[in-house]
């Protein structure tokens, strides 16, 4: 059995990377002819390219010895004569540094199938094993981007993005060119929904086929762009992705006063058996000092060090994780900063525990991280993008590992949240950057809808909003949130998460506002009852803060409930809305599905038992964010049977569990993943079990209709 589970799953990694965040190499081939079956290369070139930064720098170029005489007619394209390449290696004394160069990295070119066949010709005549590399062909993309152009030669895709051309003709300058090509492709693509490397292959091969049909010809052979089951994942260790912080976390922390002598502190906490202790240094500033700690200091110090302070001896800030953290989390941020010890705080930052490597490694999960903490490091959109295509491959193992469909969605939502974070950061360093400053007033950043709820699918988009302290629209204050919310919200698009179809994202001056301007807008929504105010308070009853001053959220998010509290009309209007169901079985008691054979399980399933949960919530002043947490609180109130929250949870899970198996095959697919799912494609079993699921939604609606009715 493998014992690699991480390089397991790169494969579907690769899938879904963005095109924004994917390592590739552009390449150019001159040859002896056009004529695939028997012309030889003379020159060859490539340029890397990391999502959309062009490194010509580490480029490489050669003229390479055919071994035959080069046609005056090609000569006459490409200037390149048989004088030129008489000292020039042959193929086969080349192929070992060509190999270096190109890695493991997709190739890019104009025309590439050319490229690739003559290629794959010279590893024949060479005696070289040819493994075909993934690839993509800027010909097909540009068609994908604008299929409008009367023609997709080098030439007029350069004319028509303005890109200049030097040394046309030549490996380089060709290589050069298209590689400016295929940059300037990428956000062109993204407007067409064509995002990562899966969907670019598959449009690609579409149009390739469609071509194809057209022509009378062949289509791109499928080994061009092969395809890699999923079937081949490796199942995670997924103790680490099941459990949060607070599960496994020492408490309570133990405290020693910063003027104690490490003698009296190791006199005092003999047979406590911990390994560190927290010292308050100064106001808001805490230190630790750990085993490791006092052995360095007797080594250096002697007996001696046995009389230094501990606040000489502490090392300060501590670094933190949450509560609520997964536990792949921590041991991604302990592995990052090589530290045996993170503090633990709660929602108010508050120091509730200390987590150690000791902990973490008994739990056998450190081989298992893929996700990590790589998102918190990350220094570009490109760098969030390549984290971001982790997440199908570790929802594909818990799967696999039969972690409940809940579960996974909140993984997928801790990582929404964790990507929002750190795109708000990166957008802070370039305000200052480009001289802005820094954050005029105190500000948070909140995560909205699904992720708000920990429920996100693999098909999330953006939904995000920011407030802060004090100061108005278009204001000195507003002006610099909605440009660095603009910065936030494109560098997620690029990395992964699609802008929000109806808008509700930060750089819109409507979702972001001061504390009184959200009250005024709270108001509004409830005072006017209209369906899209009836849809902005709902969704905004799910925020949670991301990043930022977490009290300026909770502030709003309480005056929201209590806005809310009296307004019997306005929860009946929601509640009405909650109970609209879209039809999931048909008079004769199937799966309806529409014209592509699918159903959409959102909004048969998912919908009706999130707004009934959420507007229960509200009705009963339950202070919960996720729909089973928000159920729970409805037995606890008296309103609801256990048995009957437990079905509706159960029906829940299902249905979220047919989704995501949906968006894997999809992502695989190179489809853009959606909540709509291929009925056929499930066995009888599945069927029955998804139909009782749906069946069981009526329950969420049954208990808003009790209540209202």
Same mark, same amino acid.
């Given at each position: 059995?493998?014992?690699?589970?991480?390089?397991?799953?790169?494969?579907?990694?690769?899938?879904?990377?963005?095109?924004?965040?994917?390592?590739?190499?552009?390449?150019?081939?001159?040859?002896?002819?056009?004529?695939?079956?028997?012309?030889?290369?003379?020159?060859?070139?490539?340029?890397?390219?990391?999502?959309?930064?062009?490194?010509?720098?580490?480029?490489?170029?050669?003229?390479?010895?055919?071994?035959?005489?080069?046609?005056?007619?090609?000569?006459?394209?490409?200037?390149?004569?048989?004088?030129?390449?008489?000292?020039?290696?042959?193929?086969?004394?080349?192929?070992?540094?060509?190999?270096?160069?190109?890695?493991?990295?997709?190739?890019?070119?104009?025309?590439?199938?050319?490229?690739?066949?003559?290629?794959?010709?010279?590893?024949?005549?060479?005696?070289?094993?040819?493994?075909?590399?993934?690839?993509?062909?800027?010909?097909?993309?540009?068609?994908?981007?604008?299929?409008?152009?009367?023609?997709?030669?080098?030439?007029?895709?350069?004319?028509?993005?303005?890109?200049?051309?030097?040394?046309?003709?030549?490996?380089?300058?060709?290589?050069?060119?298209?590689?400016?090509?295929?940059?300037?492709?990428?956000?062109?693509?993204?407007?067409?929904?064509?995002?990562?490397?899966?969907?670019?292959?598959?449009?690609?091969?579409?149009?390739?086929?469609?071509?194809?049909?057209?022509?009378?010809?062949?289509?791109?052979?499928?080994?061009?762009?092969?395809?890699?089951?999923?079937?081949?994942?490796?199942?995670?260790?997924?103790?680490?992705?099941?459990?949060?912080?607070?599960?496994?976390?020492?408490?309570?922390? *133990?405290? $020693?006063? /910063?003027? %104690?002598?490490?003698? !009296?502190?190791?006199?005092?906490? &003999? +047979?406590?058996? #911990?390994?560190?202790?927290?010292?308050?240094?100064?106001?808001?500033?805490?230190?630790?000092?750990?085993?490791?700690?006092?052995?360095?200091?007797?080594?250096?110090?002697?007996?001696?060090?046995?009389?230094?302070?501990?606040?000489?001896?502490?090392?300060?800030?501590?670094?933190?994780?949450?509560?609520?953290?997964?536990?792949?989390?921590?041991?991604?941020?302990?592995?990052?900063?090589?530290?045996?010890?993170?503090?633990?705080?709660?929602?108010?930052?508050?120091?509730?525990?200390? *987590?150690? $490597?000791? /902990?973490? %490694?008994?739990?056998? !999960?450190?081989?298992?991280?893929? &996700? +990590?903490?790589? #998102?918190?490091?990350?220094?570009?959109?490109?760098?969030?993008?390549?984290?971001?295509?982790?997440?199908?491959?570790?929802?594909?193992?818990?799967?696999?590992?039969?972690?409940?469909?809940?579960?996974?969605?909140?993984?997928?939502?801790?990582?929404?949240?964790?990507?929002?974070?750190?795109?708000?950061?990166?957008?802070?360093?370039?305000?200052?950057?480009?001289?802005?400053?820094?954050?005029?007033?105190?500000?948070?950043?909140?995560?909205?809808?699904?992720?708000?709820?920990?429920?996100?699918?693999?098909?999330?988009?953006?939904?995000?909003?920011?407030?802060?302290?004090?100061?108005?629209?278009?204001?000195?204050?507003?002006?610099?949130?909605?440009?660095?919310?603009?910065?936030?919200?494109?560098?997620?698009?690029?990395?992964?998460?699609?802008?929000?179809?109806?808008?509700?994202?930060?750089?819109?001056?409507?979702?972001?506002?001061?504390?009184?301007?959200?009250?005024?807008?709270?108001?509004?929504?409830?005072?006017?009852?209209?369906?899209?105010?009836?849809?902005?308070?709902?969704?905004?009853?799910?925020?949670?803060?991301?990043?930022?001053?977490?009290?300026?959220?909770?502030?709003?998010?309480?005056?929201?409930?209590?806005?809310?509290?009296?307004?019997?009309?306005?929860?009946?209007?929601?509640?009405?809305?909650?109970?609209?169901?879209?039809?999931?079985?048909?008079?004769?008691?199937?799966?309806?599905?529409?014209?592509?054979?699918?159903?959409?399980?959102?909004?048969?399933?998912?919908?009706?038992?999130?707004?009934?949960?959420?507007?229960?919530?509200?009705?009963?002043?339950?202070?919960?964010?996720?729909?089973?947490?928000?159920?729970?609180?409805?037995?606890?109130?008296?309103?609801?049977?256990?048995?009957?929250?437990?079905?509706?949870?159960?029906?829940?899970?299902?249905?979220?569990?047919?989704?995501?198996?949906?968006?894997?095959?999809?992502?695989?697919?190179?489809?853009?993943?959606?909540?709509?799912?291929?009925?056929?494609?499930?066995?009888?079993?599945?069927?029955?079990?998804?139909?009782?699921?749906?069946?069981?939604?009526?329950?969420?609606?049954?208990?808003?209709?009790?209540?209202?009715?």
């Amino acid at each position: 059995m493998c014992q690699c589970p991480v390089e397991c799953v790169l494969p579907l990694t690769q899938f879904s990377t963005p095109l924004a965040a994917l390592d590739v190499v552009v390449i150019d081939t001159e040859t002896t002819g056009l004529d695939a079956r028997s012309a030889r290369i003379v020159q060859l070139a490539g340029i890397p390219v990391t999502g959309e930064a062009i490194a010509r720098e580490r480029g490489f170029e050669t003229l390479i010895n055919p071994g035959i005489a080069i046609p005056l007619a090609t000569t006459k394209i490409h200037g390149i004569r048989d004088g030129d390449v008489a000292n020039a290696p042959r193929f086969s004394e080349f192929a070992a540094k060509l190999e270096a160069h190109l890695g493991k990295a997709i190739i890019v070119g104009h025309t590439i199938s050319y490229d690739l066949a003559i290629l794959r010709r010279e590893y024949q005549l060479a005696d070289r094993v040819w493994h075909q590399p993934r690839a993509l062909d800027v010909r097909h993309l540009a068609q994908l981007a604008r299929p409008s152009l009367a023609g997709y030669d080098l030439d007029r895709l350069c004319q028509w993005l303005g890109i200049d051309v030097n040394s046309r003709h030549t490996a380089m300058g060709d290589a050069e060119a298209t590689a400016r090509i295929y940059v300037s492709l990428i956000p062109m693509l993204r407007a067409q929904n064509i995002r990562t490397l899966a969907e670019a292959e598959a449009a690609s091969r579409r149009l390739a086929d469609t071509e194809a049909q057209v022509s009378g010809g062949l289509s791109l052979p499928e080994s061009v762009m092969p395809v890699t089951s999923m079937a081949a994942l490796a199942s995670l260790d997924s103790f680490a992705y099941r459990h949060r912080v607070r599960e496994i976390m020492s408490a309570p922390v *133990v405290y $020693a006063d /910063r003027d %104690l002598t490490l003698e !009296a502190m190791i006199q005092a906490q &003999l +047979g406590q058996r #911990i390994s560190s202790v927290l010292v308050e240094l100064d106001p808001g500033t805490t230190g630790i000092v750990t085993e490791k700690d006092i052995l360095r200091i007797i080594s250096q110090h002697g007996a001696a060090g046995l009389q230094m302070r501990m606040k000489e001896v502490a090392s300060a800030p501590v670094q933190m994780v949450e509560e609520s953290d997964f536990v792949y989390r921590a041991i991604g941020r302990m592995g990052r900063l090589g530290f045996r010890h993170l503090v633990v705080r709660n929602a108010s930052g508050a120091i509730t525990g200390i *987590v150690t $490597a000791h /902990r973490l %490694l008994r739990q056998r !999960a450190k081989a298992a991280i893929v &996700l +990590g903490d790589e #998102i918190d490091q990350a220094d570009s959109a490109a760098a969030l993008g390549r984290a971001w295509a982790k997440l199908p491959s570790v929802t594909a193992s818990l799967i696999a590992d039969d972690v409940d469909a809940l579960t996974v969605t909140s993984v997928i939502s801790t990582e929404i949240a964790g990507m929002t974070r750190r795109a708000a950061e990166l957008a802070e360093v370039r305000m200052i950057g480009e001289g802005h400053g820094a954050p005029p007033v105190a500000y948070a950043v909140m995560v909205l809808g699904s992720g708000g709820r920990g429920e996100s699918q693999l098909a999330a988009d953006q939904d995000n909003a920011i407030v802060y302290a004090s100061g108005v629209t278009g204001g000195p204050e507003g002006g610099y949130f909605e440009r660095l919310a603009t910065y936030m919200n494109e560098m997620l698009d690029t990395a992964g998460i699609p802008f929000c179809k109806g808008g509700v994202m930060a750089k819109n001056a409507h979702w972001c506002r001061s504390v009184d301007a959200w009250r005024i807008t709270i108001d509004g929504w409830v005072r006017h009852k209209r369906p899209e105010d009836l849809l902005n308070v709902d969704i905004y009853f799910d925020a949670i803060c991301v990043h930022g001053d977490a009290a300026l959220v909770a502030t709003i998010w309480d005056y929201a409930f209590e806005r809310t509290k009296g307004e019997h009309l306005f929860q009946w209007l929601l509640a009405a809305m909650a109970r609209k169901r879209h039809p999931a079985v048909s008079l004769f008691g199937g799966l309806r599905v529409d014209a592509q054979g699918r159903q959409d399980l959102k909004a048969t399933g998912l919908l009706p038992i999130f707004s009934c949960g959420r507007v229960l919530a509200i009705k009963h002043g339950i202070r919960a964010h996720a729909t089973p947490e928000r159920l729970s609180g409805l037995v606890g109130a008296g309103v609801a049977a256990a048995d009957v929250v437990q079905t509706i949870v159960d029906a829940q899970k299902v249905i979220l569990a047919t989704i995501l198996g949906q968006q894997l095959i999809d992502i695989e697919a190179g489809i853009p993943p959606t909540p709509k799912v291929v009925i056929a494609r499930l066995d009888k079993v599945e069927k029955a079990r998804l139909k009782q699921a749906l069946g069981n939604v009526d329950e969420a609606i049954r208990l808003v209709a009790e209540v209202w009715d």
